[in-house]
């Protein structure tokens, strides 16, 4: 690893099995572009597949293969837990059962990454249990520079149709945050389009799509999540001890 640590998140890939393998050739090159970049870390969060099938799974483990540094694997609403973990046994991070949480911790940043799906719904819930496994997570490590990552974005967007289907119990993730003054960054995706937030004292970043662009609905009458012709593309997270965090859109 350089000075700089870095980390490519890769967002909402929403890999098919009927497209041409258009989406997975997007995601393939977020991954050579990570390479270029010197990724030390690779994290999906979330959509990783268009419609929970094992079919799409398994292009998305095709195009995964050969990443060019450890990568990991986060549910999002179009995802399936059960089929995550039937398709990836060699990701050991992953639990067997319940929510797909986990925590990366042999990096200079400490990465908890959460799973706020649920089943059947397009929004996100992290529900007490979530909520204690990150205060427990967090209360455990005070001192270490740490990032958490979910798939929905926890604060409101002011997007007519995002903030219906984010995080619903945002408010009481940003309780959580605001007792972790270690928490330098709050990473997310859902939304396919960049923006940024807040949750507590901590920066929310949302990564775009590497598939398609949503435009934003911000008035009555605007038409809900257009498909639009801005960039897909990923983000690179770089930190230094002195500097701290620095984002960075990387347009495919
Ligand atoms: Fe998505």
Redesign the pocket.
Known sequence: MSGTFRLAQI??T?VRADDGGVAAAHLKRALAQAKDYGADLILLT??LVNDAGEDEYAVLAEAIADPPAPLYLMP???DDRGLIRRAFPQHLYLSHEGPLHFAIEHFPVRIIALDDIVPGETHGLLRRSGLEWLESMLSAERGRPTMVALHHPPFLTHDLLFDKIGLLDGEAFADVISRHRQVLRVIC??H?RVAFGQSAHAPVIVAP?TSWTYGLALNEGQQIAPITAEPSGWMLHAWTPAGGFASHFMGL
Request: charged content about 15%; cysteine-free; glycine content about 24%.
């Open positions: 967002s909402d929403h979330g959509d999002g609403n179009h995706g859902h396919h799509s």
